[in-house]
C-alpha cells in the first residue's frame, strides 16, 4: 500500500481508493508541505487554491483538461453538440458511446479519479483546519469550501458512474463509494440515496460557514453553495427546494447583453458567471484545455477538423428574433452565405460545417487561454423555471421563464403555456443556453430520456452510427475502471 499524502499535499495527485501511482510525475508549483500546510490559515488557503486550480489543469494527457474535458465529455454523450469530424480522435470515442463503458479506458479512469482528488484534498483540509492558526471567519471559509468541493464531487461521481436518481423511489442501487476522511484504502460502493444523504449534509453545513464574501470566482460562497443545492433538489425531484435555491443563489447576478453574448464566453468576470474557473497566460496548458476543443479558433487539429456544432433540429427552434441564434452558422459551408464573422475569426485551413459554433473563444489561434464557465446565473432561472413548472406552479413558472428568455430575445412574449407543454418549452429554452457547458447527458439521465440523434446534422462515420440510445439500459452509468477493481476487493462494477 503506497501512502499518498505522507510528505507533500499535492492537489493534484492522483487518489487512489487503494494501489495506485501518482497521478502527475512532477510536484506542481502550489504543492505545500504536510509539516506545514495545516498549522496557519495562510498555508491552509494556499492549499485551497491548490484546488482551485486542480480544476483546469492538466492531467494524464492532452484530452484531460481537469472538468473542462468532463464538461466535453458530458455533452458529447448527448445529442446537441455535433461532432462534425473525426479530426485527431479526441473525444470520438466518447462520442460513440464506447469509451464511458470501456473499463479499460485511461480517458474514463480519469473521470474517476479526477473527483476523487477533489475529494481527496477537501478531506484534508476538513480533517485539519480547525486547528490552523489565524482568524475563526478564514477557517470558517477555507472548510466551507472544501465541504462543498467534496459535495459537488460526489454529486458527479453519483450521476456519472451510478444509477440515476429515481424520485419517490428508495433509491438502493449502487453510487459510489463515500469518501469523507483523509484515507488511502477504498471500501464499497454505498447507495445512490446514501451519496445524495451525504451530498446534502456538506453542503448544508457549508452554508452555515460561508458568506457571500469570497477572493474570486472561482472560489465558492453561499450564493453558488445554492446553487450547487439547486441541482441536486432538481435532480432528486425536490422541486420546491430547486426553485427556492436557485431562486436565492441567482440574487446579485444580472443577465449578460447581448453584446456580452458575443464575447467568447470565456472571461469569469461577466456580470452573470457565478462560478468559474479564471485560466491565465502562464498556466497555459495548450492542447490540454477545454477552449482547444470547442473555441471556435484554436489552431489546434481537433478544432480545425472537428469544429463543434449545435444539433441542426434544435437551431431549428431558435427564433430569428432570439440573439443567440447568431452563436452558430447555419451556412458555414457554403462561403456565399457563410456569417463574415467565421472567417474573420478562424484561418484557412479551418474545415468550416454548418451549424458550427461561435459561441466559446480562445484568446486566440495561439493560444487556448480562456476563463471556463461552471455556473451562470441564466441555468438558475432555467432550474426555478422547470421546478416551478414540474411543481404544478405554471403562472410562476411562465414569470420567470419570461424573466430570462427577454433578456435573450427582444420579441419574447410571456408564455401562455401550462403543464407538459410549458415543461418542453423550458427544456429547449435550456438545451439552447447551456449548450456546451457540460450539462445533457445529466439532464437526459435524471429525466430518463432517450438518446435521439436521428433526422438532425450527425455524421454517420463520426458516431459510428450511434444515433440512438433507449433510457435507462446500463449504458448510461459509467464502468468502473477496472485498476480501481483490481486494487479494491470491495467495488462491484456495473453490469454490461
Known amino acids: 500500500m503506497k501512502k499518498l499524502f505522507s510528505k507533500l499535499f499535492i492537489v493534484a495527485a492522483f487518489l487512489s481508493m ?24 495562510g498555508n491552509a488557503w494556499a492549499a485551497l487554491n491548490g484546488i482551485h486550480r486542480a480544476m483546469f489543469v492538466r492531467y494524464d494527457s492532452q484530452g484531460q483538461p481537469g472538468e473542462g474535458g468532463v464538461m466535453l465529455v458530458r455533452d458529447v454523450l448527448g445529442e446537441d453538440m455535433v461532432m462534425t469530424g473525426q479530426a485527431n480522435g ?28 477533489i475529494i481527496a484534498n477537501a478531506n484534508m483540509i476538513i480533517a485539519n483546519i480547525d486547528g490552523a492558526e489565524g482568524p475563526a471567519q478564514d477557517r470558517r471559509e477555507i472548510k466551507g469550501q472544501a465541504l462543498a468541493y467534496r459535495a459537488w464531487a460526489h454529486f458527479n461521481l453519483v450521476q456519472l458512474f451510478g444509477q440515476r436518481f429515481e424520485p419517490g423511489g428508495a433509491n438502493t442501487q449502487l453510487g459510489v463509494p463515500i469518501v469523507t476522511e483523509p484515507i488511502t484504502e477504498g471500501g464499497p460502493r454505498n447507495t445512490v440515496a446514501e451519496v445524495y444523504a451525504q451530498v446534502n449534509a456538506d453542503l448544508d453545513e457549508a452554508l452555515t460557514l460561508l458568506t457571500e464574501r469570497r477572493n474570486a470566482k472561482s472560489h465558492f460562497n453561499a450564493g453558488v453553495v445554492r446553487g450547487i443545492k439547486a441541482r441536486v433538489a432538481l435532480t432528486q425531484g425536490n422541486y420546491q427546494v430547486a426553485a427556492q435555491q436557485a431562486n436565492q443563489a441567482r440574487q446579485g447576478y444580472s443577465l449578460m447583453s447581448h453584446a456580452q453574448l458575443y464575447e467568447g464566453f470565456n472571461n469569469v468576470d461577466n456580470p452573470e458567471w457565478m462560478w468559474g474557473s479564471r485560466q491565465i497566460d502562464d498556466q497555459q496548458t495548450f492542447f490540454a484545455s477545454f477552449f482547444a476543443y470547442v473555441s471556435l479558433n484554436f489552431n489546434s487539429t481537433a478544432i480545425r477538423g472537428n469544429p463543434r456544432a449545435i444539433n441542426s433540429q434544435l437551431y431549428a427552434q431558435i427564433p430569428s428574433s432570439d440573439a443567440r441564434k447568431g452563436l452558430w452558422d447555419p451556412n458555414a459551408a457554403t462561403a456565399s452565405l457563410r456569417d463574415p464573422f467565421i472567417d474573420q475569426m478562424t484561418l484557412s485551413t479551418f474545415t468550416k460545417r454548418n451549424y458550427m459554433n461561435r459561441k466559446f473563444l480562445s484568446q486566440g489561434s495561439a493560444s487556448s487561454v480562456g476563463d471556463v464557465p461552471y455556473m451562470r446565473a441564466a441555468e438558475m432561472y ?13 403562472a410562476a413558472a411562465q414569470d420567470v421563464l419570461f424573466d430570462f428568455v427577454s433578456a435573450r430575445d427582444d420579441e419574447y412574449t410571456k408564455s401562455t403555456n401550462t403543464g407538459q407543454a410549458l415543461i418542453d418549452e423550458i427544456m429547449i429554452q435550456r438545451r ?49 475502471p477496472i485498476a480501481e477493481l483490481n486494487a479494491n476487493e470491495f467495488l462491484i462494477q456495473n453490469p454490461d
Open 90 to 117: 479526441w473525444f470520438v470515442s466518447y462520442s460513440r458511446w464506447l469509451n464511458h463503458i470501456n473499463e479499460n479506458s485511461g480517458d474514463m479512469r480519469f473521470v474517476w479519479r479526477f473527483y476523487y482528488v
Open 432 to 480: 439552447v443556453e447551456l449548450w456546451g457547458e457540460g450539462f445533457r447527458f445529466y439532464d437526459l439521465k435524471r429525466l430518463n430520456l432517450p438518446l435521439n440523434r436521428t433526422g438532425a446534422n450527425h455524421v454517420a462515420t463520426v458516431i459510428n452510427n450511434k444515433f440512438e440510445e433507449p433510457a435507462g439500459t446500463n449504458n448510461w452509468q459509467f464502468k468502473i
Open 382 to 394: 432555467l432550474i426555478e423555471a422547470e421546478a416551478l413548472a414540474r411543481a404544478g406552479q405554471n
Open 18 to 41: 487503494s494501489c495506485s501511482e501518482d497521478f502527475l510525475d512532477q510536484i506542481p508549483t502550489d504543492a505545500v508541505s504536510e509539516d506545514l500546510v495545516f498549522t496557519t490559515t
